[in-house]
C-alpha cells in the first residue's frame, strides 16, 4: 500500500513496481499454477497459485491501497467474495441485511447460509430506528449496500457502523455501485468493504471478480485462510485486466457522473416518466447524506413510467445504444427490468423489487447520444 500519493497515482502504480527482473512496466501475467522451491518449504513467497499469484497479489495490494485497507483479499467473483466474508459468522448468529439488498446476496444469505444455521432480518438501513428494531442480542454483522442495487438509497455509513460498534458487531459495505474513487467506507467506519470488481472497477464487462479489504489483523487472518481453504480464487488473467480496469478508474468514473447527470435531467423531465431514483437529485431521500460521504452521486440510475411492468419491459426492449443486459458499470451504458433479471431471485420476498422498475448503467458514451436513444424509447412506449 502506498502512501500519501494521489488516487489516480495510487489506482496506476500502488503494487506495480516494474518487474525486477525484466523492466516490465505492467505486472506480468504469472500464467503458472505452481512455483518451484528451492528447499523442501523454502521458496519466493509462492508455492502454488490458489495460495497466491504474483498477479493476484498485484491486483490485491492496489485495491487495498485505494480502499485505505491494510489488507486485500481477491475472489473469483462478487458473490465469492460475500460468501468468504458471510463465513465469519457461526451458525446462531444474526446478520442485518438491506430490504432492498441486491438479488443475489439475498439468495446466499436465504438459500445458502440460512439454512446452515445463519438468522437474518431484512431491514430498512435508511433509518437507525429501523436498524434498532431489527437488532438482536445475537446481531453478529451489518450489511450495507450504499446506492443500493437497484433503489439507490442511500445508508449513513458513519452512523451505522457507530451504532454496530457499540454493541460489538461489524459493519460490512458492499461499494460496487460508488467504487473507492466516489466513496471509502473504511474511513467513514466500517471493519469490511466488499466489491463485485466485474463492475466498475475493471470497467470494461470483460472480466468477473470479487474483493475484500480489512485493516483489522484478524479479520485479515480468517479471510485469507477461508480465500485459500474454499480456493474461489480469480486467475492471473482475471487479476490483470481488472487492473488494466483499474488505472482509468477515476476518469471513467468522472465521465459516469457527469453523463448520469444529464441523463437524469432528461428523465426528469419526459413526460413518459413517472419516477427517477438518483442521489444526485436534491429531493431524494438521503442526498444529504450522499453529498456528504461521497465525492459525486455516481452513473447508476433507475426509474419508473407510466404504464408500469409492460410499460418498462417494452422500453427497455427499444433502445438501440443503450445495451438490453445485466451487470453494470461498463464503459458501455446498460438497461434492464430488475424485477425479470438481476432480482429475479427475491421474488415474493421481503425484497421484492417493484416490476415495473428500469435500471440504468450510465456508460462513458457520448451522452447526447444516449439522451436521444432514451427520448426516442420512451416517446414509441408513451403513444
Known amino acids: 500500500m502506498m502512501g500519501g500519493e ?10 506495480q513496481p516494474p ?5 516490465a512496466v505492467m505486472v506480468p501475467i504469472y500464467q503458472t499454477s505452481t512455483f518451484a522451491q528451492e528447499g523442501v518449504g523454502h521458496h519466493k513467497g509462492y508455492e502454488y497459485a490458489r495460495t497466491g499469484n504474483p498477479t493476484r497479489t498485484a491486483l490485491e495490494d492496489c485495491l487495498a491501497s485505494l480502499e485505505t485497507a491494510a489488507f486485500g483479499f481477491c475472489f473469483a467473483s462478487g458473490m465469492a467474495a460475500e460468501d468468504a466474508i458471510l463465513r465469519l459468522l457461526a451458525a446462531g448468529d444474526h446478520v442485518i441485511i438491506p430490504t432492498d439488498a441486491y438479488g443475489g446476496t439475498w439468495r446466499l444469505v436465504d438459500k445458502v447460509h440460512a439454512p446452515a444455521g445463519l438468522a437474518y432480518t431484512a431491514a430498512d438501513l435508511t433509518s437507525l430506528d429501523n436498524l434498532a428494531a431489527a437488532w438482536r ?32 458487531a461489524r ?13 471509502q467506507p473504511l474511513v467513514l467506519g466500517a471493519d469490511i468493504v466488499v466489491h463485485s470488481t466485474t463492475k466498475y472497477l475493471g470497467g470494461h464487462s470483460d472480466v468477473v471478480g470479487g474483493f475484500v479489504g480489512v485493516r483489522n489483523d484478524a479479520l485479515a487472518e480468517r479471510l485469507g485462510f477461508l480465500q485459500n481453504a474454499a480456493g474461489a480464487v480469480p486467475g492471473p488473467m482475471d487479476c490483470f485486466l481488472t487492473m488494466r480496469g483499474l488505472k482509468t478508474l477515476a476518469v471513467r468514473m468522472d465521465r459516469h457522473c457527469a453523463n448520469a447527470a444529464a441523463v437524469v435531467e432528461f428523465l426528469v423531465a419526459h413526460p413518459a416518466v413517472k419516477s427517477v431514483l438518483w442521489p444526485g437529485l436534491p429531493d431524494q431521500p438521503g442526498h444529504d447524506i450522499a453529498r456528504k460521504q461521497m465525492r459525486d452521486f455516481g452513473g447508476m440510475v433507475s426509474f419508473t413510467v407510466h404504464g408500469g411492468a409492460d410499460a418498462a419491459a417494452a422500453l427497455v426492449a427499444k433502445t438501440e445504444i443503450i445495451t438490453l ?22 421474488a415474493g420476498s421481503t425484497n421484492e423489487v417493484d416490476p415495473g422498475l428500469v435500471r440504468l448503467s450510465v456508460g462513458i458514451e457520448t451522452v447526447d447520444d444516449l439522451i436521444e436513444d432514451l427520448r426516442q424509447a420512451l416517446d414509441t412506449t408513451a403513444r
Open 6 to 15: 494521489g488516487f489516480e497515482t495510487r489506482a496506476i502504480h500502488a503494487g
Open 19 to 23: 518487474d525486477p527482473q525484466t523492466g
Open 137 to 168: 442480542p445475537e446481531t453478529k454483522m451489518v450489511w450495507i449496500e450504499t446506492p443500493s442495487n437497484p433503489l439507490l438509497s442511500i445508508v449513513d455509513i458513519a452512523a451505522v457502523a457507530f451504532y454496530a460498534a457499540e454493541r460489538g
Open 171 to 183: 459493519t460490512v459495505v458492499d461499494n460496487t455501485f460508488a467504487t473507492p474513487y466516489l466513496q
Open 325 to 346: 443486459a445485466e451487470s453494470l458499470g461498463g464503459v458501455e451504458s446498460l438497461i434492464e427490468v430488475p424485477a425479470l433479471m438481476t432480482h429475479l431471485s427475491v
